[in-house]
């Protein structure tokens, strides 16, 4: 379709954050190549579990650009994304946001010298230093670990997941019959919504799943097989600020820290949901602006920001000035 074209780009990601299921990256590299074009690719899902080798034996499979976000890493939430490409498809002579720390020197003649070294000329403003060692000691702690060994556990929890879900004929397991994944599984129920199914595991079970399409909308309409008219009026409503048949499902997944107990004890909170939805629900409302359910009567306050006091909390501390000029700021 776009063989003409002189700047050819395949872009994907190296695991599915819904199923688990691994991309053959390495031959689509090389198909792409052999075709003149570059491939990158997203390993958000994968890059706490496995190898990432950007220079396999096959030259024509090497990958041009890859990138993640390491908040999956065990200890990774507040980290810096991640961004490495080789550095020949650079070629620009402006960093994407010039500005403070990308240049050598200015004048008040409009001339300017930016920084040859790539990684300062595109990082302007003070760095995420903290950010970045955190992700580094992310890396570390995976490495630590060990691949093989993550590997390992992965498919042992994955397997009793799916083994223990499958026996609920109630629960309807996203690409089911793939049992080679990485251990993220989702699945829905029909009659229950799956946001009620995420707020109930975690309001009476404590586990923290996730609800909605997990940002892969589009794999969405492949998995629950919804056509373009479907969709089309799915859509008009959302567009009009009514989410209730917005499509989704419920994702679950474990790290390797997990234990056996740490599954079965969430497929039990599943069945106990799902068995008891309908007289669980009456505690909630459904919010059609969101398409989340929020409880009718709050039994339990909560702390916010509000009630913090960064100068302490004696009532002559928060009268100090500090404490006015905090609230003023």
């Not at 030259?59 to 080789?86: C, E, N, R, T, V």
């Amino acid at each position: 379709q776009f063989a003409d074209r002189p700047l050819k780009i395949g872009a994907f990601t190296a695991c599915s954050n819904v199923t688990g299921i691994q991309t053959p990256y390495h031959e689509m590299a090389e198909i792409m190549h052999d075709h003149g074009g570059l491939c990158f690719i997203d390993f958000a899902a994968s890059a706490p579990y496995v190898d990432i080798n950007m220079h396999p034996a096959n030259p024509k499979q090497k990958l041009d650009a890859i990138y993640f976000s390491p908040h999956k890493f065990l200890g990774g939430p507040g980290s810096s994304g991640i961004l490495i490409f080789d550095k020949k498809l650079y070629q620009n002579k402006i960093p994407d946001q010039p500005g403070g720390g990308t240049v050598s020197w200015t004048n008040p003649w409009g001339e300017q010298c930016f920084f040859e070294d790539i990684e300062i000329r595109e990082d302007g403003g003070t760095p995420g230093f903290l950010q970045l060692i955190r992700a580094a000691l992310a890396v570390k702690v995976k490495d630590a670990m060990g691949v093989a060994n993550i590997a390992a556990q992965e498919h042992h929890l994955c397997q009793i997941l799916m083994s223990e879900l499958k026996q609920n004929p109630q629960v309807k397991m996203l690409e089911e019959a793939v049992t080679d994944r990485l251990c993220i599984v989702s699945f829905y129920v029909l009659g229950i919504h799956h946001n009620l199914i995420v707020r109930l595991l975690n309001d009476k079970f404590g586990v923290q799943t996730r609800g909605g399409c997990s940002c892969a909308g589009t794999y969405g309409h492949i998995l629950l097989d919804v056509d373009q008219i479907t969709s089309s009026a799915i859509t008009s409503k959302i567009d009009s600020g009514d989410l209730t048949d917005k499509p989704g499902w419920v994702r679950v997944s474990f790290h390797p820290t997990s234990t056996e107990q740490d599954v079965r004890y969430v497929v039990d909170a599943i069945n106990q949901v799902i068995a008891n939805a309908e007289t669980w629900s009456k505690d909630y409302s459904f919010k059609t602006c969101s398409g989340e359910f929020e409880p009718r009567r709050q039994t339990q306050s909560f702390l916010t920001l509000n009630d913090f006091s960064p100068l302490g909390s004696e009532p002559t501390r928060k009268a100090s000035a500090w404490s006015k000029w905090f609230k003023s700021a």
